[in-house]
């Protein structure tokens, strides 16, 4: 599909999603997210893809929402919701698990990495975005910013739940009330960047990452994995145990453990299968 307002690429098993409107720092329309939502629908359904990587194009990650649909909602007080049918989807979730119905939570949902290539700007629901990806390979330039108390709101887009388990409360306050800007070492400090790149590399380095796991890692592992991880920090401990013990049950009788075996012992690169989604 054409989109208008992000690319998608995929180069082998990488797929890339660029949020393309550099003149507005990337800042999201109601159809550039309907688009990354379609997109990534695309990923989940291409066996061949093992993950996506989310940038930004020029420099800027993603401003937040589009200022034209801020002043829009601000005038009628309530939200307002854009359809595009042509961009339907339902990317994920197989579960229907009810934690991951909303944007951006539904990331978490996805059957395959999402990582966020942060180029620059990065505020507002754009980090919302960012901070819902599995992991952040950060530019030393990049710049974040919650942008929520000065807009009159309060933590929005879920990251009230998601930012204090990734980086604590206390910090996580310290963004909130402040809204001042943290550059890219400071959030490698704090822990919300994974990887602090060297400058204008991150969404290379975040693509050689994929590439790394493709040719180590099963595919369903990694999706396990995932859902494991989002899952189980939902749940007591005990259960969250009792669940691992019955999938670690399923994947021991699974073809890919017996690759796994074989291709290390017989020192070749696995050939693990691949995610078919109907």
């Keep these: 599909m054409d989109y208008e307002e992000i690319i998608y690429q995929v180069d082998e098993s990488i797929a890339t999603i660029t949020i393309n409107r550099p003149e507005k720092l990337n800042a999201l329309t109601n159809l550039t997210q309907a688009e990354i939502r379609h ?10 893809v093992i993950g996506t990587v989310l940038t930004g194009a020029g420099r800027g990650f993603c401003a937040g929402v589009d200022m034209n649909s801020l002043t829009s909602i601000s005038e009628d ?3 307002k919701g854009s359809r595009f049918k042509h961009l339907e989807a339902h990317p994920g979730n197989p579960d229907n698990d009810p934690n991951f119905n909303s944007s951006p939570t539904y990331f978490l949902g996805l ?7 942060i180029n620059g700007a990065c505020a507002g629901l754009g980090f919302s975005y960012a901070t819902f990806c599995d992991i952040r390979f950060v530019d030393p330039t990049a710049k974040f910013v919650t942008s929520f108390g000065p807009r009159g709101l309060i933590a929005e887009h879920g990251t009230s739940w998601m930012l204090p388990r990734i980086i604590g409360p206390s ?17 490698y400090r704090i822990g919300y960047a994974n990887r602090l790149c060297a400058e204008g590399n991150c969404l290379s380095e975040a693509q050689d990452y994929l590439r790394e796991i493709a040719g180590t890692s099963a ?3 990694i999706m396990m994995m995932k859902k494991q991880v989002y899952r189980h920090l939902m749940q007591e401990l005990g259960d969250a145990m009792d669940e691992s013990t019955r999938w670690m049950d399923e994947s021991l009788a699974r073809d890919d453990f017996k690759e796994g075996v074989a291709s290390f012992v017989q020192k070749r690169p696995p050939n693990f299968a691949k995610i078919e989604v109907d």
């Excluded at 996580?172 to 001042?180: A, N, T, V």
């Design 219 to 221: 595919p369903v592992s």
């Design 171 to 187: 910090n996580s306050l310290d963004l909130f009330w402040s809204s001042r800007h943290m550059l890219g070492e400071e959030a």
């Design 39 to 48: 997109a990534l629908d695309q990923s989940e359904r291409n066996p061949e």
């Design 111 to 117: 059957r395959k990495p999402l990582i966020a290539a």
């Design 77 to 79: 007080g309530k939200r």
